[in-house]
């Protein structure tokens, strides 16, 4: 079967291990891995046989074939330079940075609604992990309000995450309320140094607006939502199952990486890889004409 | 000179369960102002923020405490605690406008660098920025050294140690303040818990090793068994020979007027308390394990040492839930 060609900006921990999931895909094939520099993750993916350039976005943009592009970049990169020249080319932009120039995409909530967008954001790791149980907890009982809290190992927190954490915080509170469709949300974020590392876990509180629903009906709609998720994340599962009290519902996740190229304690950055990649083979199929997967 | 940092209006309020109102705000901090003390920190205890499902809803916004706060003080600064993952920068912006001038962007011992946003907008800003290092006896003098150095790059105005747990002995104390010194041009302050009865102890040891800040709450109103109780600091500071430039009697008789009364609990090492310092959890925990084992019908002593083994840090306090159902619920494997 055909695959549709992709581009993926960026070659560094998140573009590597975007790259072995793309290699996997029934719908993606790697058309290009483009850098700035002659770096680690360019030579890895030349060993690997995937065509590599360090003319950054002007390459993907040059490359004819190429339908979609993965940027895993910077936010400022993305809105400065990235967005615009594969728009200009017609390419579709799944980003990972917390540009959030278009819509945010939570794959198992609101892909169907996405197809037709040039430019989709993938809000943050925590949001992926969080935002389909908010939203999950929302369409069986409502949510006045939701709260998160994300965990993730020091080891998976790169640069870009600590240089902003105010835009991990940001992002995701705003995304619990438009994807999740809480009326207010907040988010937290806390990094662990513990060795060896913790697993990613994110707890998740929702204020219902009808706890005569009860919870074992808020229970199914969670877990066929962990069953959705684990299509695209086989290693998301519920720590802690969600529990009642009064109008309050409390559930913890745990999200371990595929270990595709980063470690497995990374779910952080397997999820929202995962999610990019989920979407992308959405709007691959339907460019090959081909049902959804 | 040694400066006194009065904490009570944070610190104390996870004692309080961020329960404080417009009038206590108005009346301790005003109390401090007379007394002279130099810097008032007024937040949640999780800092601006910080009011949520997972640490406690503030009663009152922390906004409007600031800005009554900020009404009755005349020459003590209003200083606010930030811990970045928790609240923004537009939380300090807002807070600067309710009348905070200085902020304290406290992370995990090893994780100084998510602070340098923050750090580097309040000096924009044009507050007094202080480094805040969380949880200091998770490691060595050394490591606790290069972290503070970070935090001084990013232009703190003097490096905070805290021993979150209570954990500390006073030599642990000493070793890292003196590390942190040679590393270091600015000044270095110490925050004290007394979950092992250390608090006095151990702000005396950091003196001597060269602090030039020190934490304190009136009555020792705080997490875990509470802080360093600021009018036995004052009087204890006098006698060694410190000037900290604090009224002594001024503090007592506001320790007992305005704090005494509307504390929940006695600030004493109770066994929550001392596991604190033992199995070295942040304090923060304690009232939230109490009510965990109380809904799960645990001992609080077994959650603590669980929450110590598995390293948990400040601004974990959901995963008490965590601990407790799975020492209520033991799975086969993976936890």
New interface residues.
Partial sequence: MDRVKVGIIGPGNIGSDLMYKVMRSKYLEMGIMAGIVESEGIKRARSMGVPVSTEGVKAVGANKEIRIAFDATSASAHVRFNAPALRSNGIISIDLTPAALGPYCVPSVNLNELTEEQDINMVTCGGQATIPIVYAIKRAAGAAYA?I?A?IS?KSAG?GT?????E???TTSSAIVKVGGADKG?A???????DPP?MM?N?I?V?VKDSSVGIDKIRESIDDMVTNLREYVPGYRL??PP?MEGD?V?T?VQVEGQGDFLPKFSGNLDIINSAAVAAAERLAAKMLGVGAN | MITLIDTTLRDGSHALRHSYNIDQVKTIAGGLDSCGVKYIEISHGDGIGGS???YGFSKTDVFDLIQAASGVVKTSKLAVLLL???G???DLKEAKKRGAKAVRVAT?V??A??G???IAAAKDLGMFAVGFLMMTHMSPPELVAEEAAKMESYGSDYINLADSAGYLLPEGVTERVKAVKAAVKIPVGFHAHNNLGMAMANSLAAVQAGAEYLDGTLRGLGAGAGNTQLEVLSGVLLRSGYETGTDFYGLMDLARDAVEPIMLRPQTIDNGSLMLGYAGVYSSFLLHVYNAADKYGLEPRDILVELGR????G??E??I??VA??LKNPAPAEI
């Fill in positions: 709260e809290v965990c020091s640069p600590r240089a902003n954490m105010d991990f915080t940001e907040k937290i974020i806390i990094l662990n140094p513990a913790l876990t707890t509180m204020r720590r802690v529990i309050k409390t913890i | 949520s499902f997972t970045p993952g928790i923004t920068i537009e995990h090893t994780e660098d998510v340098a946003q923050h598995r390293k948990m840090v601004g974990q959901d995963m839930i965590d159902y799975h």
